[in-house]
């Protein structure tokens, strides 16, 4: 019937969707950290899911439930989620939504770091691998399509286009993280779409409406470019 015919128009689909921030240790204690709650990635694991997709979500931590019929996979740091999404093997559609943190600690403390009387404290931080960037990389295994998402706070179009090719990735969602405007934790979200050839822009839309209408986009485009 009808309602099967949309509820399926993933299935044969592989999908991998990062979700989350990532934690990075100080110590055995602290940790560097960031504002993403998790509820755009797993919104956007569960509609492909309930279009028939078979989904990996690959999730820093977030107190968010695994949605049904996802296979979810915990990791902590940017490294471990980088190490997770080569162990997924190849998708038709990847997704990173992960709010990566882009520094870790040169060499996080096995011990707690005690206060002391020092007035100051310097942290060393080095980068993290870019996972977007290497799910991105042209092969016989990269994903049909890759989607990436920005979150900025000026110039949003310009810098996300940018990082759209930047990063190699087909798509960038970009959406604004003013004061006004931020998206962290809340239900609903304005996302701007870029990829080669245009720009659309979805304004205040609840997340799951957003992951709804970019699973239809995603699928419509796989299914154009590829024979399944
Ligand atoms: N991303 C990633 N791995 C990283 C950093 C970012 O996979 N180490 C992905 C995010 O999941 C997102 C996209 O790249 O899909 C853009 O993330 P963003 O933080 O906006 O871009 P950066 O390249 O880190 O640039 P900056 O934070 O300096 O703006
Ligand atoms: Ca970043």
Same mark, same amino acid.
């Given at each position: 019937n009808g309602a099967n015919e949309v509820a399926d128009i993933a299935s044969g689909l592989r999908v991998l969707v990062t979700a989350g921030p990532t934690h990075e240790a100080i110590d055995p204690i602290r940790y560097i950290a960031n504002r993403?709650?998790?509820?755009?990635?797993?919104?956007?694991?569960?509609?492909? &899911? #309930?279009?028939?997709? +078979?989904?990996?979500?690959?999730s820093g931590p977030t107190s968010l439930p695994a949605p049904e019929d996802v296979a979810r996979i915990h990791v902590t740091t940017a490294e471990e989620m980088l190490y997770a999404c080569r162990q997924v093997g190849s998708v038709d559609i990847a997704v990173c939504v992960a709010a990566v943190a882009d520094w870790r600690l040169e060499t996080s403390s096995a011990h707690k770091l005690k206060k002391g009387d020092d007035e100051r404290l310097q942290l060393s931080l080095v980068k993290?691998?870019?996972?977007?960037?290497?799910?991105?990389?042209?092969?016989p295994s990269r994903p049909s399509l890759v989607i990436g998402f920005a979150a900025e706070t000026d110039d949003i179009q310009?810098?996300? &286009? #940018?990082?759209?090719? +930047?990063?190699?990735?087909?798509?960038?969602?970009?959406?604004?993280?003013?004061?006004?405007?931020?998206p962290f934790g809340q239900d609903d979200n304005t996302v701007t779409i870029i990829d080669e050839t245009s720009t659309e822009t979805w304004p205040g839309l609840p997340k799951k409406e957003i992951a709804a209408r970019l699973v239809q986009r995603a699928v419509k485009t796989v299914r154009s470019?590829?024979?399944?």
């Open positions: 993403s709650s998790g509820k755009q990635g797993y919104a956007i694991a569960a509609a492909f &899911a #309930q279009s028939g997709a +078979q989904v990996t979500l690959v993290n691998p870019d996972i977007l960037a290497m799910i991105s990389q042209p092969g310009q810098n996300a &286009a #940018q990082k759209r090719t +930047q990063k190699n990735c087909d798509w960038i969602v970009a959406n604004g993280v003013d004061a006004q405007n931020a470019r590829t024979s399944h």
